[in-house]
């Protein structure tokens, strides 16, 4: 095990003289399908690249009950000043992209969606399809791993503030089995209310003052300039929960094969479940703990996202420079 913990530092001394010369990317609006479903995108390009020269491309993820103009832009465009090709995209039922069900967490549909994101950018002319790599943040960590273990288009994964979860980490982290099974029951009422009358029930997904919140009390959602954004619709369906709850991401770390990086703090979210996941790993990996960055710090604030894509970037260069090879 490397404990990586002045990559940033270093990387961003390597990084410098290649991104300050570098025009900011276009960004293409972009739709691909997936089992069905009209999934909308947006594609960062990189000065540079093009079809006769393509370049390293990355599928960019970001948290749980969020749209591409949220943290997944903003990694995106860090990627893309440091000479990559990124994707983004509304999981479907999300913003732009198709679905009836709409503002439901489904983590089956949401690994689906990014391989077919991945299958997307292998024809994409300015992206060479040997070197194409994953980036989660925060819950879709879960879904990136997850899709890495059943394509192998995915070369290569990073994870920025990782929520990985078992059955062990949710019984700790939403109030033991009474408060899993509080969360459990109120999802299921949900569900036999859409089943039976074919309409979704809504509850706020952020909130300051209503406690019916999925995140309540919780700052970025909330901050107009932070994550409160207009593209951004402030729903959630509460059937979500069993299925979430039920979400074993930690589980897939021994079948993982590509090269993992994690950038993650003690004072972000669940930390024992990347570490839990980090440790059952048998690939080449390293990590980066940052000191006194909170979960939601990871999303936008400029420190923790330079350091974070530092590391990030690094990764990819060395990892899928060498799966090119």
């Known amino acids: 095990m490397l404990r990586i913990a002045t990559l940033a530092a270093t990387s961003a001394v390597t990084l410098a003289a290649a991104t300050s010369a570098v025009a900011a990317p276009s960004v293409e609006r972009v739709t691909f399908p997936s089992r069905g479903e009209e999934i909308v995108g947006a594609l960062y390009l990189p000065e540079g690249v093009s079809g006769s020269k393509p370049g390293p491309a990355l599928v960019v993820t970001g948290a749980w009950m969020t749209v591409k103009e949220q943290m997944p832009a903003r990694y995106a465009r860090e990627m893309a000043d440091r000479g990559f090709?990124?994707?983004?995209?509304?999981?479907r039922g999300w913003g732009e992209s198709g679905g009836v069900r709409r503002q439901y967490e489904d983590p089956e549909a949401k690994i689906a969606d990014i391989e077919?994101?991945?299958?997307?950018l292998t024809t994409r002319p300015e992206a060479d399809k040997d070197r194409i790599?994953?980036?989660?943040?925060?819950?879709?960590?879960?879904?990136?791993?997850?899709?890495?273990?059943?394509?192998?288009?995915?070369?290569?994964?990073?994870?920025?503030?990782?929520?990985?979860?078992?059955?062990?980490?949710?019984?700790?982290?939403?109030g033991g089995k009474d408060g899993v099974a509080k969360l459990q029951a109120a999802g299921d009422a949900a569900e036999l209310a859409y089943r039976s009358t074919g309409r979704q029930g809504f509850v706020p997904a952020a909130s300051l003052v209503?406690?019916?919140?999925?995140?309540?009390?919780?700052?970025?959602?909330?901050?107009?300039?932070?994550?409160?954004?207009p593209a951004w619709r402030n729903e959630a369906d509460p059937a979500f929960w069993r299925g979430w709850l039920a979400f074993?991401?930690?589980?897939?770390?021994p079948r993982l094969l590509q090269p993992f990086l994690m950038v993650h703090s003690e004072a972000a979210a669940i930390p024992q479940g990347a570490r839990k996941f980090y440790a059952r790993l048998t690939v080449?990996?390293?990590?980066?703990?940052?000191?006194?960055?909170?979960?939601?710090?990871?999303?936008?604030?400029?420190r923790p996202v330079t350091a974070a894509s530092d590391a990030v970037a690094a990764h990819f260069q060395r990892t899928l420079a060498a799966s090119a090879n």
Not at 85 to 91: G, I, R, Y
Not at 116 to 120: D, G, S
């Open 248 to 253: 074993d991401a930690i589980q897939v770390a």
């Open 284 to 302: 080449p990996k390293r990590e980066l703990w940052l000191d006194n960055v909170t979960q939601l710090d990871f999303y936008d604030r400029a």
């Open 85 to 91: 090709v990124a994707l983004t995209f509304d999981f």
């Open 210 to 229: 209503d406690d019916r919140a999925i995140m309540f009390k919780v700052p970025y959602y909330t901050e107009a300039d932070r994550g409160m954004i």
């Open 133 to 174: 790599g994953g980036l989660g943040i925060c819950a879709s960590s879960g879904y990136m791993v997850t899709a890495a273990t059943e394509t192998p288009t995915i070369k290569s994964v990073a994870l920025v503030a990782p929520w990985l979860q078992d059955a062990e980490v949710v019984d700790q982290t939403y």
């Open 116 to 120: 077919a994101a991945a299958a997307y």
